[in-house]
């Protein structure tokens, strides 16, 4: 059984919540129970806001992993550092997990030779430096939104792929392996 009531996974964006939703938060049910984790988006809300709800999810014994790309740090330490003195000020740094480099790197780390042929893409070796641009260059040479890309993609992802082809999803999967 859980020591925490419920986890609350804190992510950017749209396709970072659709990631999560899909690849992420069935590992986590298995610990937590079906119905007790929650992927939160924070981008379009206030710092202090976010502050606020973690606090308040702390105060009831509910666990909280902040998930955040790292942009343009120029390493993860100091990501962790930006982050907490913004949206995640109640939160320890090693509950603050950060993505190399974009989450559309993750995507793509799933996919083995197979799946990439389905989709009509190049396989990545290694998917650490993939940014978001590339990824949408990909979506837009065979479909006609990011999202039915997306889709596609995270019905063949597999996990035991997407750790050897993505360094800090291979870390986010050890560490918080529940």
Request: hydrophobic content about 30%.
């Amino acid at each position: 059984m859980c020591k925490y009531n419920r986890l609350y996974i804190w992510v950017e964006g749209r396709r970072d919540k659709q990631f999560f939703e899909k690849v992420i938060k069935p590992k986590f049910e298995r610990e937590y129970g079906r119905g007790r984790v929650h992927i939160r988006q924070y981008r379009e809300m206030g710092d202090e806001k976010v502050a606020s709800l973690i606090e308040s999810f702390k105060a009831k014994d509910d666990d909280c992993i902040c998930v955040a790309d790292i942009n343009s740090a120029p390493c993860v330490s100091k990501r962790k550092e930006e982050k907490q003195k913004e949206e995640f000020k109640n939160v320890d740094k090693d509950r603050i997990m950060i993505v190399i480099r974009e989450i559309e790197s993750w995507y793509l780390a799933g996919l083995d030779e197979d799946a990439c042929k389905r989709l009509g893409i190049t396989e990545f070796d290694n998917t650490d430096k993939i940014t978001k641009a590339r990824f949408d260059s990909l979506w837009r040479k065979s479909r006609d939104s990011d999202v039915d890309f997306m889709q596609e993609i995270l019905k063949s992802f597999d996990i035991e792929t997407a750790k050897r082809k993505n360094t800090s999803f291979g870390y986010f999967v050890e560490k918080y392996d529940p």
